[in-house]
């Protein structure tokens, strides 16, 4: 599963000048979704609706949460009693994985591996830099920011 792609950047979609021949092949030999809908602009919203299938509002998953500042009246992260579309894999004997950004709830209580992934390789939240891999908010660096499952990536 990927976000925020355009409908025709992948080969399977007709796209010409991007060559994705990995994708193409899970794409003929596995499912594709067509007709989703994301009401959000932003990763974090969009992946809500991708990995659970339902309107990140209903979570106060919005442009805010989980990026803004933490407020007593709302929740950091998925509730934990909602179906993932890895929880649901991982139940039926699939081995799950994320690589890349998590950004739907700080580790370790809110974590990919709180929501059915068996692995997780990537960065928690979602302002780390690609070059040191550190999360820097407002110019302060806030915390390392590349992970293998709970772990920061020692260097």
């Known amino acids: ?6 409908y025709a ?3 399977v979609f007709g796209a010409r000048h ?15 979704l067509t007709h989703g809908y994301a009401n959000a602009p932003v990763c974090s919203p ?4 991708l990995l659970t299938g339902k309107y990140q509002q209903r979570f106060a998953m919005g442009l805010e949460e989980p990026v803004g500042p933490p407020r007593a009246s709302q929740p950091k992260g998925l509730p934990k009693e ?9 139940d039926r004997g699939y081995n799950t994985a994320l690589i890349g950004k998590w950004h739907l709830g700080d ?11 068996d692995y997780f390789f990537g960065i928690h939240k979602g302002a780390a830099d690609y070059f040191r891999h550190r999360v820097v908010l407002d110019h302060v660096e806030k915390g390392d920011g590349l992970y293998v499952n709970a772990n920061p990536v020692e260097r």
Do not use: F
């Open 1 to 6: 599963m990927a976000d925020d792609m355009g």
């Open 9 to 11: 950047d992948l080969g």
């Open 18 to 32: 991007i060559k994705t021949p990995n994708i193409d092949s899970l794409a003929q030999e596995g499912l594709i």
């Open 46 to 49: 969009t992946r809500v609706g």
């Open 82 to 90: 909602l179906p993932t579309i890895a929880s649901v894999l991982k």
């Open 107 to 117: 580790a370790p209580d809110n974590g990919p591996y709180e929501y059915g992934y």
